[in-house]
């Protein structure tokens, strides 16, 4: 059984090992191309845009694919969009993990907010020393907020974006532990942090950290993003597909295929 994979998430890259190994399925990750240089996976995969939702329509048909599992990031709404709208067009099943948003904890100092732009407004008046894990893309919101010191953590270096004045960037990949977490937080003197309810265990060490060190957390909260069968992890992912498998098999037999 032919399966896309729509990544750029560790649940991606997680769900695409599981698989790499499983002789009934051929998978085929598909990254946006974000980032420089994006860990190898281990299995084929393709880089870039398809182009629309119509384009990866007709991908889905020329390429044979039986279902695709949507693993992108809770704030990919666009590639969400698309996928449903592909697959309802190209008549092919579609499963989308869906993390769990996080909830503030009992010690948690979050200011919840809707867009970046509202986030930068958030932080107030006063110069404060901000630690930013919003990702490279959405630090412009950031650059009118000219009263304040940032420290970004990205993946990449920013490119020609435009930045607040006073700016400095850690360059690195989660997952993250708790305990460098406050290392961090500590070393650069933060008063807050600002974060995108991405959910999930892979960043969520930031955010315990703040808690521990009574940091407020200006928290943006996620969009809104089509989704069609949804499932909570890789692993509900998995017993979708082999689901599916167990349908395919017998439509195949049934028409002695
Ligand atoms: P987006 O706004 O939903 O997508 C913008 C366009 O990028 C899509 O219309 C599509 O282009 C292309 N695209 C996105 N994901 C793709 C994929 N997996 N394979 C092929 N094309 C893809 O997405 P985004 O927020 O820019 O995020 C891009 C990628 O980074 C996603 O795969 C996501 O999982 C990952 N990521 C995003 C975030 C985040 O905070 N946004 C964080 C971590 C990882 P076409 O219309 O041309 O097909």
């Keep these: 059984m032919r399966i896309l994979i729509l990544g750029g998430t560790t649940e991606a890259s997680d769900l695409a090992s599981r698989l790499a190994a499983d002789s009934r399925f051929e998978v085929v ?26 384009r990866l329509a007709s991908w889905l048909v020329a ?39 996080w909830q503030p904890q009992q010690g948690d100092r979050w200011t919840e907010v809707t867009s970046f732009l509202a986030a930068a407004l958030a ?20 650059a009118d907020a000219a009263q304040h010191t940032f420290v970004a953590r990205t993946i990449d270096p920013p490119g020609d974006l435009r930045l607040p004045p006073r700016i400095s960037f850690v360059h690195d990949r989660g997952p993250f532990e708790v305990e460098t977490e406050i290392r961090l937080l500590t070393q650069q003197h933060i008063d807050v942090v600002v974060s995108k309810n991405s959910g999930g265990a892979a960043t969520y060490a930031k955010i315990e950290a703040a808690r521990r060190l009574q940091i407020p957390v200006v928290m943006v909260a ?34 002695g295929v």
Excluded: Y
């Design 29 to 54: 990750l598909s990254l946006a191309g974000r980032t420089a240089a994006p860990e190898t996976p281990p299995v084929p995969f393709r880089i870039g845009g398809f182009g629309g939702s119509k």
């Design 63 to 101: 390429e044979c694919m039986d279902a695709v599992v949507d693993a992108t990031h809770p704030f990919a709404a666009r590639i969400s969009a698309n996928a449903v709208q592909a697959v309802l067009s190209a008549n092919i099943p579609l499963a989308s993990i869906v993390r769990p948003a």
């Design 123 to 142: 932080l107030g008046a006063s110069p404060r020393r901000v630690f930013l894990s919003v990702g490279r893309l959405e630090l412009s919101a950031f």
């Design 222 to 255: 996620r969009p809104s993003k089509p989704s069609l069968h949804i499932v909570a992890d890789v692993s509900a992912a998995q017993s979708w597909l082999e689901r599916r498998l167990a349908l395919h098999d017998g439509s195949h037999s049934e028409r």
